[in-house]
């Protein structure tokens, strides 16, 4: 914009500018069927420069969007719009990064059952230990959600990539 702007700062008329302003509204009406208090203040230049070319279903596009603006684990609506732009992959842009409590059961009730048919502990770092917890089963309350693949190595929050572990082992981990 910067670099625009000075070379353009004689021209006698805006006309190329507004041509491009009207394209990149043009484009979110398009893509978007609803405004969102949110879409104020980001840089739609710049969002229309590396989405405008995909081909989207605006009617897809709303329902992802106002389903994460729903979400009580989506932390940081603002980046809404870019991660559904870009096929809902960078989930680092929602800032989620918290387990449900359902999916938390479904996964401590599976490695409990599996720790017990085994003998082991249902942390999975304290079956393969050499201490007294080597057998021992946690209660949920003593077990933390862990991101198999961190989550700040772009490891997702869904059950595929959750884990329960001992509340001392999770702290341990750190983003490993």
């Known amino acids: 914009i910067e670099e625009y702007m000075q070379e353009h700062r004689m021209d006698d008329n805006i006309n190329e500018l507004r041509m491009y ?3 990149v509204i043009s484009w979110i009406e398009q893509t978007f069927d609803d405004v969102y208090p949110k879409m104020c203040g980001l840089d739609w230049g710049e969002l ?3 989405f405008h070319n995909n081909p989207y279903d605006h009617v897809d596009v ?3 969007v106002a389903e994460l603006y729903n979400d009580d684990r989506v932390k940081d609506t603002k980046n809404v719009f870019e991660y559904v732009l870009g096929g ?3 989930t680092k842009l929602l800032n989620v990064r918290v387990f449900d409590d359902i999916t ?3 996964v401590y009730d599976r490695q ?3 720790a017990k048919e085994k003998g082991v502990s249902n942390c999975p770092l304290c079956a393969i230990g050499h201490d007294a917890n080597k057998e021992k089963i946690w209660k949920l309350s003593e077990m933390d959600a862990d991101h198999v693949k961190a989550w700040s190595n772009g490891g997702p929050t869904d059950e595929s990539n959750c884990q329960m572990l001992c509340k001392t082992h999770n702290r341990a981990k ?3």
């Open 48 to 50: 229309y420069e590396r």
């Open 174 to 176: 750190g983003n490993r």
């Open 21 to 23: 302003f009207n394209d």
């Open 62 to 64: 709303s329902h992802k």
């Open 112 to 114: 409990t059952k599996d």
């Open 104 to 106: 938390k059961r479904r």
């Open 88 to 90: 809902c992959k960078d």
